[in-house]
């Protein structure tokens, strides 16, 4: 197991997560159903799914596409949603 990894994976993204949008659905579901537990399930569920989805898909693609040219073409899509949020697009 390499623990450098492993922590900061979750360090990066313990601080990115704060504060974005799956928290504030969260929120919201607990507050119009009252049941935090039902929630807290079906989030850690989802989170857990998308997580799998991004392993198996990053390590195809890898296997694939140089690390370096899945980093570039991963921080170009960022920049793009980020303009297209600027103008109110997305």
Do not use: H, N
Request: hydrophobic share 65%; with cysteine; glycine share 8%.
């Amino acid at each position: 197991m390499d623990w450098k990894v492993l922590w900061s994976t979750l360090g990066l993204l313990f601080i990115a997560e704060l504060g974005d949008k799956t928290q504030l659905a969260v929120i919201s579901m607990v507050c119009k159903t009252e049941k935090p537990l039902p929630v807290f399930l079906g989030a850690v569920t989802a989170l857990a799914l998308v997580t799998l989805l991004g392993v198996v898909v990053g390590g195809a693609l890898t296997r694939l596409i140089p690390p370096l040219v899945l980093q570039r073409i991963a921080a170009a899509l960022f920049v793009v949603m980020g303009i297209l949020m600027w103008f109110d697009v997305l």
